[in-house]
């Protein structure tokens, strides 16, 4: 079965700082895809990054970065010099595939809350 | 771009009552999912559909039923609502393509209170 973790619920920083939001996944299949989503205080969820399972790449997006490692099945997110319009909740989520119709059931991880002060 | 509309956005029902969110989309996508929000519970997955006519369980269905009679509306009915299903509804969509790399187009969410 499939499950997404993200151990850290909270986590509150001053603006300027660097953070990581952790997420460690659990799978069985070995295509499989990873995404991490924000959703700022408004409440709608936007989609940030997509990776594949044999992509194990970094990404670098301004300042957001990605970290995927398989060999600890995890996918890191980090926000270089944060701001406070970075303040939200962010989550990892896993796909797999379900046999040939290409639907994938998505599992979201809790949630990290990430609060920058100013 | 309407992209995907739910309705209604607030409802507040007392126990044992029933009451069906709309999920509607415009982009003609072929998937469609149900989640609930639950603060320390991150998104959890009700059901979802991989096309018209058809529904799948997702983590946490009791209590609810879903429908896909038209590919544009997916509907989430609650038959007998219970104060464990306070939460916020999320319904989202997306297109089929490379199996797993769906990337989901939310709606604004449906927060319901049961008293």
């Known amino acids: 079965a499939q499950k997404v973790t993200q151990a850290q619920t909270e986590i509150s920083v001053v603006e300027k700082e660097d953070v990581t939001l952790d997420c460690v996944y659990e799978?069985?299949?070995?295509?499989?895809?990873l995404f991490w989503y924000k959703q700022p205080p408004s409440g709608e969820l936007v989609f940030l990054i997509r990776?594949?399972?044999?992509?194990?790449q970094n990404e670098i997006s301004g300042r957001y970065s990605w970290n995927f490692q398989k060999s600890t099945s995890s996918f890191n997110f980090t926000i270089t010099a944060s701001q406070v319009v970075d303040s939200a909740v962010y989550f990892c989520a896993l796909s797999e595939a379900e046999g040939y119709s290409s639907a994938s059931k998505i599992i979201f991880g809790s949630g990290t809350r990430l609060s920058i002060r100013p | 771009n309407a992209g995907v509309t739910q309705t209604p956005k607030f409802r507040v029902l007392k126990t044992g009552q029933s009451m069906t969110l709309l999920c509607a989309q415009d982009?003609?996508?072929?998937?469609m999912y149900w989640y609930r929000q639950d603060p320390g519970m991150g998104l959890r997955l009700i059901h979802y559909s991989v096309g018209e006519g058809t529904t799948a369980k997702g983590e946490v269905p009791d209590g609810y039923n879903v429908s896909r009679l038209k590919k544009q509306n997916f509907l989430l009915g609650l038959e007998s609502a219970a104060p464990s299903q306070t939460s916020v509804y999320f319904c989202a969509s997306t297109d089929s393509g490379v199996p797993g790399a769906n990337v989901l187009t939310f709606g604004a969410g449906s927060r319901l209170t049961v008293l």
């Open positions: 982009m003609n996508h072929e998937y």
């Open positions: 799978t069985r299949d070995t295509t499989y895809y």
């Open positions: 990776r594949n399972s044999f992509d194990e």
